[in-house]
């Protein structure tokens, strides 16, 4: 593989900050520093760690950058559940972009797997 950009993953995630970053468009003015600048935060980080982590160019290094990226949807996932709660979203919308961090989270758990030393 030549670059981190050929990772399905990295892709999925990339395009994945965009429908979060429309989601949060719609959160009411009083959570622009708050919950919208987190989930922003946040989402950006999961392609950002994966690139990061690919140009460091050592396996340790680049699954920590992984799990940092798995850390990361873990505090979206978190974000969405409070969202849930305040009613700023639709059930559907809510549903749609869950299922689609949880592709993503398998992934990242897929691809650190495979990165580990076999044993």
Known sequence: MQSYRELIVWQ????????????TENFPKSEMFGLTSQMRRAV????????????????????QFLRIS???????????LLIEDLKYVTAEDLRSISEKLQEI????NKLIDSLKPKS
């Open 12 to 23: 999925k995630s990339r395009k994945f900050v965009t429908e979060v970053y429309r989601l």
């Open 44 to 63: 950006v980080s999961i392609p950002a760690n994966i690139a990061e982590g690919y140009a460091r160019k050592h396996r340790a290094e680049y699954i």
């Open 70 to 80: 798995y850390g990361s949807g873990a505090e979206l996932e978190t974000f969405l």
């Open 105 to 108: 989270m398998r992934m990242l």
